[in-house]
């Protein structure tokens, strides 16, 4: 009996079985020798469909921020800015391993631009002026991308021998398990309630 068929290739097979490679096995692995043996192809076959190994790493981009689209129907914008960042935390979550090649790389892919618009679309429908918008997203990129980063940190261990620890560490010592989700939350409310009160500043100056 012979093999049955193999799925043709598709590019978004192609950028699937890529991010999956790189949540299995982490950045170092994603090659086109690796990816192609993972799809039971010759190395060529993907050129049909993917330019480049940073074609590959842009398509993982379009994936990752799919799953972190912001909703523009929830209200206040306040309220819709919380839930994309949550959206993009828990997205980062999902793909640890992802980060390393995603770093430092110009923004390409059409599904992250999409979700520059909406933001944008959604802080100039609350009042924001035009010149703050970009600012105003890079600062949530900022905050969310040191987040992103935490998120694959190793565990705290001790990082001296205990006689040679300076006083007065036991905060960082005793951390509760969940210290990362008490960071993001407290760092997001406080990010979300200095916005508002720059923007209700912004309001005041200009019904002057």
């Known amino acids: 009996m012979g093999r049955p068929p193999r799925s043709p290739l598709t590019r978004e097979g192609i950028l699937r079985a890529a991010l999956a490679l790189v949540d299995e096995e982490g950045a170092a692995a994603l090659s086109t020798p690796r990816l192609a043996a993972r799809l039971g192809v010759k ?17 993982i981009r379009e994936l990752i921020a799919a799953e972190m689209e912001l909703d523009a129907s929830i209200h206040p914008w306040t309220a819709a800015v ?22 430092g790389r110009p923004v390409r892919s059409a599904a992250a631009l999409r979700g520059y618009a909406a933001a944008f679309d ?33 565990p705290i261990a001790l990082p001296l021998p205990e006689d040679e620890l300076p006083p ?23 990010l979300i ?4 009160a720059t923007l209700d500043t912004l309001r005041t100056a200009t019904d002057r």
């Open 82 to 103: 919380d839930s994309w960042a949550r959206a993009y935390r828990t997205a980062i979550a999902a793909h640890p391993h992802a980060i390393p090649l995603l770093a």
């Open 122 to 154: 959604v802080l100039r429908a609350a009042g924001w002026p035009e010149d703050h918008l970009m600012p105003f997203v890079q600062s949530f990129e900022y905050f969310l991308a040191g987040s992103a980063l935490a998120l694959v940190d190793a």
């Open 168 to 190: 007065g560490l036991d905060p960082f010592l005793n951390a509760p398990p969940d210290y990362r989700d008490i960071a993001f939350d407290a760092g997001l409310a406080a």
């Open 43 to 59: 190395g060529p076959s993907l050129y049909n469909h993917v330019s480049s190994r940073d074609e590959i790493i842009d398509g």
């Open 193 to 196: 309630r200095g916005f508002q």
